[in-house]
């Protein structure tokens, strides 16, 4: 919506708050004019329900205003004598337009002096519920927010089961740009698995104060600019949605705007040097290990590494033994012989499975196999574990693609040979030509929305002819440590300053083999209430939060016994 729609769309609700309590504004005393004052008459509302005057702060907040409106209906209702349930109840269910049948068609009378305690334990409840509702949305919406990694595109940093916890206010959290959405869910309501929001009214972009940047290799979340899925792991058509409806990853901005970056041989360069990682940092790179003899999964597992496939023969094969190990196969089935050859992830078929069904299962041993190992792995592994050759893969090979970023023909980047590009940094101008112009074609149309065409190979930017462009925010560069299983900025470009969600600060909760089924999770003991930054190894605070979680509701318990006592 433009300037000038918000400004006809707050005039229209300051009328029709004035048509809808114009007449119970004068029964509880004060100018019916009144009603017609922007802000000052919510006031005055709080003022006649009795309510403290901190809830203008809820009642303007966006999304949070959602949930407190309701409340504002019912309590209006109940200021007039209108005390029922059933008042209540269509005060609620009627969207608010219950205030016109009390200012219109009824004769109430204000009550000043009515009792603002819950008449009944239900009563009580449903306000104790939606009170923790409102400040659940609050934390949620603008302090800190609950998330999962789904894949393993950080590893070893962040593992597939890590619950992490994500401080908003770090960077300055974004407020809603989506004015009506469900409260607390992102972009679909769980079970009715239906859209969450209404893609209409969106609020202007804009950020609460931050306490910090974004330093290079910070781990961040953010919304995904090239979302174009309902849900994770799902393909389907195309579903544009708000920015901040749109589905979010967690990456280490590698490169901060202003930054010149460039990957060869898949090691990343920042302004002509190798970029210094954090210690918590540990890319990792695939590798091709070759021994003539075979390769034992087994003995590679037994010294640690354990990313990696495993294959087995089957020689009995039956329908209810394929159901059963189907949880731990990777890919499809190969088919030799009588056998079934069948790939697993490093921790196999499990015995007790192999026992219960009588599989028979023989783990075949590859010449050749493929590892992701960090650069320290790799060169720990070939003094320790007997292989003919260990190589690191690299793709070496430019050839023109619309694979990789820009994902045009011009460009012969690919996963391992990128750039060199500068990053867009916010006042900076760029000259524009035939052969830049994909770098930055999508920030000038999508992300800073300007009308961008080419006639008579002239570059017109809203109509105007141009050979240079100057952006408007900052723009960053996410890649996942995990370098060659990692979808990031090398397929789909920059994340623009508007898209920055929040920084990663804790571990909550790890759950090993969490994409696995609920029989398979095994708690990662030693990630629990562990920091995702900081120098060091991640070191757990588990015991220290168990120990005040112990002493708070030792300090109740005393509490609740000294109440009774007196």
């Not at 400004?7 to 100018?31: D, E, H, T």
């Not at 008449?119 to 927010?145: E, N, P, R």
């Not at 070893?156 to 607390?184: E, I």
Request: with cysteine; net charge positive; proline share 5%.
């Amino acid at each position: 919506m433009t300037f000038s729609q918000w400004l006809l769309f707050i005039v229209i609700c300051q009328v029709y708050l004035f048509v809808k309590l114009w007449k119970l504004y004068k029964k509880a005393g004060f100018s019916p004019w009144l009603a017609l004052v922007p802000f000052y008459n919510t006031i005055i509302l709080l003022r006649i329900i009795k309510r403290p005057r901190w809830w203008i702060i809820l009642l303007y907040t966006p999304v949070i205003n959602l949930l407190m409106l309701p409340v504002v209906w019912v309590e209006t209702a109940r200021s007039f004598g209108r005390n029922s349930f059933l008042d209540s109840f269509l005060a609620w269910a009627s969207i608010g337009f219950y205030g016109f049948y009390l200012n219109y068609a009824t004769e109430v009378s204000y009550h000043p002096n009515r009792s603002l305690r819950a008449k009944t334990s239900f009563g009580q409840f449903i306000g104790s519920t939606i009170f923790a509702v409102v400040i659940a949305t609050l934390v949620h919406t603008y302090f800190m927010q609950p998330y999962i990694i789904p894949t393993g595109s950080l590893e070893r940093s962040l593992l597939v089961g890590d619950f992490l916890l994500v401080s908003k206010f770090h960077y300055g959290a974004r407020t809603p740009q989506t004015a009506v959405s469900f409260p607390m869910v992102h972009d679909t309501i769980p079970l009715l698995r239906v859209r969450s929001y209404l893609k209409k009214p969106q609020l202007p972009y804009a950020r609460l104060p931050k306490i910090q940047d974004i330093k290079r290799n910070d781990i961040v979340v953010f919304s995904w600019p090239a979302d174009t899925v309902r849900q994770f792991f799902k393909k389907e058509a195309r579903v544009d949605k708000p920015i901040d409806k749109k589905s979010n990853y967690v990456k280490r901005c590698v490169a901060l705007p202003g930054d010149t970056l460039s990957i060869v041989d898949g090691i990343i360069h920042i302004n002509g040097k190798v970029s210094k990682m954090p210690n918590r940092a540990k890319p990792i790179y695939a590798y091709t290990a070759y021994n003539s003899k075979g390769i034992s999964s087994r003995k590679l597992i037994e010294l640690g590494y354990k990313d990696l496939i495993r294959k087995y023969s089957i020689s009995n094969l039956t329908e209810a033994m394929y159901i059963a190990i189907q949880p731990h196969l990777v890919g499809s089935y190969q088919k030799e012989g009588p056998n079934y050859i069948f790939r697993t992830k490093a921790s196999g078929i499990p015995i007790k499975l192999v026992r219960s069904q009588r599989i028979q299962a023989k783990e075949l041993l590859d010449r050749q196999k493929t590892l992701f190992l960090t650069l320290k792995e790799a060169e720990a592994l070939t003094k320790t574990f007997s292989l003919d050759s260990l190589k690191r893969s690299i793709n070496s090979t430019r050839s023109p693609n619309e694979q990789f970023f820009p994902n045009n023909v011009r460009y012969n980047w690919n996963i391992d040979q990128f750039g060199p590009l500068l990053l867009p940094k916010k006042g900076v101008t760029v000259a524009l030509t035939g052969k830049s112009l994909p770098l930055y074609k999508k920030i000038i149309q999508d992300y800073e929305h300007n009308t961008l065409t080419i006639l008579d190979d002239e570059i017109h930017i809203n109509g105007i002819v141009t050979t240079s462009y100057t952006f408007k925010q900052d723009y960053y560069w996410m890649m996942g440590d995990n370098r060659h299983r990692s979808e990031d900025s090398r397929y789909w470009g920059f994340v623009p300053q508007d898209h920055i969600v929040g920084k990663p600060v804790f571990i909550w909760m790890s759950i090993d083999g969490f994409m696995d089924g609920l029989r398979n999770w095994r708690f990662r003991w030693d990630r629990v209430f562990t920091t995702v930054g900081g120098p060091g190894e991640p070191v757990s605070y588990r015991w220290y939060f168990a120990g005040f979680i112990a002493l708070w509701q030792g300090l109740v318990w005393f509490r609740k016994r000294n109440a009774k006592k007196s």
